[in-house]
């Protein structure tokens, strides 16, 4: 099984551009979400979602969006690139029986110029 | 306010010298304690679970400990392979995510 998958896994964008990182995961998880992470900062969480059609904001949402249209799959959007946006993303998941239980993606290290 | 602190931020050992690191929280009503490890440049992979006062688990190396206002991760003569990030992180009642500390970088000299 391949896990959590992300894509892409680099990226550089300049100040107000807009991009989607892909998260995918083949294990039928119902929880899925997104964190970033800065040095000295730990990871903190942007969104969450508990199922196909239900998300829900993190501590650090502003200026990301999510969508969760399939069980699979679970898109972060940056609408509007900023250099404060410059950090690792990881995307996870887990079963609802075992929410505490992540497993997470390899990340995307994304710098905005 | 940080809900979850981890100390020390790094900790360098000898190979063979053993330590701990701790995690505590001023949460109320926890439903769960876990602990993470992260290698350079991957995600966080999954250690141990804990739920109640007095909990212990263990793998190879590492043993991981619970009271009632923190956890500690103890690690017996460790490798140079120990050598990472280790996360502590801790969930609340419903389905609130995980509320990560900033993590202990360890190396492991050999």
């Known amino acids: 099984n391949a896990g959590v998958t992300q894509t892409p896994k680099f990226q550089v964008l300049k100040t107000g551009q807009s991009m989607t990182l892909q998260c995918a995961q083949d294990m039928n998880h119902e929880y899925m979400s997104w964190y970033r992470q800065d040095p000295g900062m730990g990871l903190r969480l942007i969104h969450y979602s508990v199922g196909a059609g239900i998300t829900d904001q993190g501590e650090v949402p502003n200026g990301y969006n999510v969508s969760r249209s399939t069980t699979e799959d679970f898109p972060l959007r940056l609408l509007s690139a900023a250099p404060s946006q410059t950090s690792v993303y990881f995307c996870a998941s887990s079963y609802s029986t075992a929410p505490g239980l992540l497993f997470f993606g390899s990340g995307t290290q994304l710098s905005v110029l | 306010e940080d809900q979850v602190t981890q100390s020390p931020e790094a900790l360098r050992l000898q190979e063979g010298e053993s330590s701990s690191l701790n995690c505590s929280y001023t949460?109320?009503?926890?439903?769960?304690l876990f602990w993470y490890r992260q290698d350079p440049g991957k995600g966080p992979e999954f250690l141990f679970t804990l739920y109640s006062a007095g909990e212990e688990k263990e793998k190879e190396r590492l043993k991981a400990t619970l009271t009632k206002k923190e956890s500690f991760l103890h690690i017996t003569a460790p490798k140079p392979e120990d050598s990472a990030t280790y996360l502590c992180a801790v969930r609340l009642s419903g389905n609130t995510p995980l509320v990560f500390g900033k993590g202990t970088r360890l190396s492991v000299i050999a």
């Open positions: 949460v109320s009503g926890l439903r769960g």
